[in-house]
């Protein structure tokens, strides 16, 4: 059936906004190590925060990370998610979980089509079918071999499944749900901002970004006020490829 996006913030630095300003404070001054969370009063961080993120020194804010649960997005998605490299990930393995009956994402553009989502279900449908058949042909293959090579029934039966599913999850759509934990640290979470906030990007990262950053407000507001496409602080580096939407774009993301 299909799914939804959901985005989770499951754990984050403590205090990470003080945390910043305590390494970037050790920068500036002769303070210590015992000294340097001293007087972080919450108007001292901001107006430190504030004098660090427009100086643009990115390297504090490195010490602060963020770690999200995600789930209802596509094997598309994740795709392009781990190509942000400067980042940790864990992802639901279609080797040792098997997709019996799978969720997918369906893309908006297909469902505005005239039948356009019946056509998308159906060939979920036969993806799941052929999916299923194969697993099971493979299954009972390998647990044939496994018992011949000395395993009880068992202990072959529970091998052959990993096997089975190994191979046969080669059929398996782009548009079948996974689920991932992701941690990045801010500065990474600025530069995925910038990338994937784009009206540009493709939709559904697109919106996951968009959705991470509204929780990393809620937690760091101050780290993460400019956070978002390249826009926000600055002309359209995209030329003659933008959208055009700058003003609305900019409203966006500071209302956000």
Same mark, same amino acid.
């Given at each position: ?81 781990? &190509?942000? &490299? ?12 098997? @997709? ?35 697993? %099971? ?57 910038? %990338?994937?906030?784009?009206? &540009?990007?493709?939709?559904?990262? &697109? @919106?996951?970004?968009? %959705? ?45």
């Amino acid at each position: 059936m299909e799914t939804t996006l959901k985005v989770t913030l499951i754990q984050h630095t403590p205090e990470p906004e003080k945390l910043v300003a305590a390494a970037a404070k050790l920068c500036y001054s002769k303070a210590g190590a015992d000294e340097i969370m001293e007087d972080l009063t919450d108007d001292n961080v901001e107006r430190f925060l504030t004098r660090l993120m427009d100086m643009g020194h990115a390297s504090p804010i490195e010490h602060a990370s963020f770690t999200f649960a995600i789930e209802g997005v596509s094997r598309a998605l994740t795709h392009q998610l781990v &190509r942000h &490299r400067m980042a940790s990930f864990s992802q639901k393995s279609q080797r040792y979980v098997s @997709e019996g009956q799978f969720n997918y994402v369906i893309p908006p553009e297909i469902k505005a089509l005239p039948d356009g989502e019946t056509i998308f279900v159906e060939g979920m449908e036969n993806a799941q079918k052929t999916y299923d058949a194969l697993a %099971q042909k493979l299954i009972e293959k390998y647990t044939r071999d496994l018992m011949a090579s000395g395993l009880s029934e068992k202990q072959a039966a529970m091998a052959a499944e990993k096997q089975g599913i190994e191979d046969a999850r080669f059929v398996l759509p782009n548009a079948c749900e996974t689920k991932i934990v992701t941690t990045m640290n801010t500065r990474e979470l600025l530069h995925f901002y910038n %990338q994937r906030c784009c009206n &540009r990007a493709q939709w559904e990262i &697109r @919106e996951l970004a968009t %959705q991470m950053l509204k929780e990393c407000k809620k937690v760091a507001p101050l780290l993460f006020k400019n956070g978002g496409p390249r826009c926000m602080e600055g002309p359209c580096p995209e030329g003659s490829m933008t959208c055009g939407k700058m003003t609305e774009v900019r409203e966006k993301f500071k209302q956000l």
